[in-house]
């Protein structure tokens, strides 16, 4: 995902929320996550993205899709 500053911005925002559903914080969470790079340079995996959220696999790719 190539993610701009805004939208980076916006999706930190919605994370640090209180009033944020939980459901949309947890999107937010895993297209942040998706957004970013490992040390090699090459993108997070979408499984090390839902380990490190605790769900399943295929929400993380539902995460990266958007």
């Known amino acids: 995902m190539d993610l701009t500053a805004a939208e980076r911005a916006e ?3 919605w994370v640090r ?3 944020s ?3 949309m914080a947890l999107r937010a969470r895993i297209a942040l ?5 490992e040390d090699d340079g090459y993108p997070v995996s979408v499984a090390d993205v ?6 399943r696999t295929s929400r993380g790719r539902a995460g990266r899709g958007r």
Request: proline content about 0%; glycine content about 10%; charged content about 35%.
């Open 11 to 13: 999706l930190g925002r």
């Open 17 to 19: 929320r209180r009033k």
């Open 21 to 23: 559903a939980q459901d």
């Open 33 to 37: 996550a998706c957004d970013a790079f």
């Open 50 to 55: 839902a380990v490190s959220r605790g769900c």
